[in-house]
């Protein structure tokens, strides 16, 4: 049987915390999951107020405007996801899911016609890409020109241009046309949207969209990709699922608990900080280890083993707290 890496065991059992960094800021990764959980609903201690600095590594190189709502703090953060939460509930829709069952049916059908298939750029990358459109009520055509974007829409580009560039030009042009051409798409809504009272600026709307295309985009590539690989390396457990299709939904949850798309985000300490031991100063960051969190051997029993019949299953995936 095959067994997940855990490259954050030791320091995960020993102290809790491991003190990297990043591009020579020292970053203190929480890794326990109480710990994850606990700091995740700690905003006061662990900020998300921090433009740019949420991502490791931060991203003031590759976009010009903070994330909307994940770069804010409650209250804001309540008011702001309040607003993009209609888009997000379409993929309960049973209208959506029968257009996105429909387009992995088509995928696969053409995956299986050929003798071989390249998962990450012709299955996982049209598949997110499709199946975003549909979620933001935009017209098929327009997934095509995410999939020109590659995995990556910040580092998956031609070299010697601004990262980024690319995908704000685009975010640009989509809320010129909703603003003088409105229409029931996700620009539109934002065009039309308001905050505690008054219109959206264009710098929150772009906040918005560059989140949606950006935030939503290589991790689920990686982890259709990755399940897919899983999968294939395991026959057995094809099988396991095929016998009961109810299974998937398990196999899901599992999936994600094992090859967890992000290993870390950050959050910035306003005061200095002691965090399991390691000094942090004012404006300097913490980070949740997503990851390491995942594969605690105190919450789940084989922690390393992927087992799809997982119960319960409290990985922390996608987040804890008021940003999950």
């Not at 433009?51 to 994330?67: L, Y």
């Not at 709502?69 to 993009?84: G, K, L, Q, S, W």
């Not at 603003?179 to 772009?206: H, I, K, N, Q, V």
Request: some cysteine; charged content about 30%; proline content about 6%.
């Amino acid at each position: 049987m095959e067994t997940i890496p855990d490259p954050f065991r030791e320091k995960r059992i020993e102290t809790g915390v491991l003190e990297g960094e990043s591009r020579g800021e020292p970053i203190a990764m929480i890794l326990r999951h109480e710990d994850v959980r606990r700091a995740a609903k700690d905003w006061k201690t662990y900020s998300s107020d921090a433009p740019f600095r949420v991502p490791i590594p931060s991203e003031e190189d590759v976009r010009s405007m903070r994330q909307l709502p994940i770069e804010t703090d409650p209250p804001e953060h309540t008011d702001y996801r309040a607003i993009v939460e209609p888009f997000f509930r379409r993929a309960k829709d049973p209208g959506v899911i029968a257009r996105v069952e429909a387009l992995v049916d088509a995928l696969l059908a053409g995956a299986m016609a050929r003798d071989s298939v390249e998962v990450v750029r012709e299955f996982a990358l049209p598949l997110q890409s499709r199946a975003l459109a549909l979620l933001l009520a935009m017209p098929d055509a327009e997934a095509e020109i995410w999939i020109g974007w590659g995995t990556h829409v910040f580092r998956d580009g031609a070299s010697g241009s601004k990262k980024g560039a690319a995908l704000e030009e685009y975010l640009r042009a989509q809320f010129d046309r909703a603003t003088a051409s409105p229409g029931d798409d996700f620009f539109s809504a934002l065009a039309a949207a308001t905050y505690r009272g008054r219109p959206l600026t264009r710098e929150e709307m772009m906040g918005f969209a560059n989140l949606a295309f950006a935030g939503g985009r290589d991790t689920v590539i990686h982890s259709i990709a990755s399940a897919l690989a899983y999968l294939g390396r395991n026959p057995r457990a094809l099988e396991y699922l095929r016998e009961d299709p109810k299974r998937i939904v398990g196999a899901g949850e599992e999936f994600f608990r094992a090859f967890m798309p992000l290993t870390h985000i950050g959050r910035v300490c306003p005061a200095d900080t002691n965090v399991h031991g390691v000094e942090v100063k004012a404006g300097g960051r913490a980070s949740l280890c997503w990851a390491s969190a995942n594969l605690d051997e105190t919450v789940f029993e084989a922690a390393d083993e992927v087992r799809l019949d997982r119960r319960p299953n409290p990985h922390v995936a996608f987040g804890f707290g008021e940003h999950l």
